[in-house]
């Protein structure tokens, strides 16, 4: 059974600092891995998805990397702020089409 | 706008009482999923469809719960005998067969007294 775990579950920083939130899973067999994020109370906002051939993918400030031997995903968000913070899921769907998530960071920048 | 939509977006039952909601997806998309997330939790899988067809349905999915989607593009997940376990909410998500990337709609929160 897939598992996907993101630590820490929360995390807190100041304006303008680079930062990178990880993600590891357990079965490598998978066909895409996607980084999400939430506000609060709101539906999932897909950021970047990653297929399994590939090892990263970039989109303004956020950067996600992904090694599927090691079983891990890195996203990469440069130059943060106040409007980064949020709640950020990682996913990965496997070989049945299915998505797995983790539980999230939840990011805090303060100004 | 052309994302997936869900309604209602927020529904007050009373235990017992049967609840309904609809998802309709990114209209070129032959996938559809739905998902139930609660407090601090990540969003956990509940079934899927391809067009019309239902694939695959988590072991969460009590005999209480249904969904459907019969003409291959909006879907309903009914809540029959609604418990206060039920409460939370309920995710939507479309995405094409070649890339698999999953768009999500705002979600339906079900609240359950």
């Known amino acids: 059974k897939q598992e996907v775990t993101q630590i820490p579950a929360a995390l807190s920083v100041p304006e303008g600092e680079n930062l990178v939130l990880n993600c590891s899973f357990t079965?490598?067999?998978?066909?895409?891995l996607q980084w999400f994020r939430q506000d609060p109370g709101k539906g999932l906002t897909s950021l970047l998805l990653i297929q399994s051939s590939q090892r990263e993918q970039t989109s303004g400030r956020l950067n996600a990397s992904l090694d599927k031997s090691s079983g891990r995903s890195t996203l990469y968000i440069a130059a943060s702020q106040p409007g980064d913070s949020a709640t950020y899921l990682c996913?990965?769907?496997?070989?049945?089409?299915?998505?797995?998530f983790g539980k999230g960071i939840t990011l805090s920048v303060r100004p | 706008d052309t994302g997936v939509s869900q309604d209602p977006r927020h529904k007050i039952t009373k235990r017992g009482q049967n609840v309904t909601f609809r998802c309709d997806p990114i209209s070129e998309h032959n996938r559809l999923y739905w998902y139930r997330q609660t407090l601090g939790q990540g969003p956990e899988f509940l079934t899927y469809f391809q067009n019309e067809a239902q694939l695959e349905k988590s072991r969460l999915l009590s005999d209480r719960f249904s969904a459907e989607r019969p003409k291959g593009s909006f879907s309903t997940l009914e809540i029959q005998r609604t418990e206060q376990g039920d409460s939370a909410m309920y995710l939507c998500a479309s995405s094409p067969v070649n890339t698999g990337e999953l768009f999500f709609g705002e979600g339906s929160r079900l609240t359950v007294l």
């Open positions: 079965d490598s067999a998978i066909y895409n």
């Open positions: 996913a990965v769907t496997g070989a049945n089409s299915k998505l797995t």
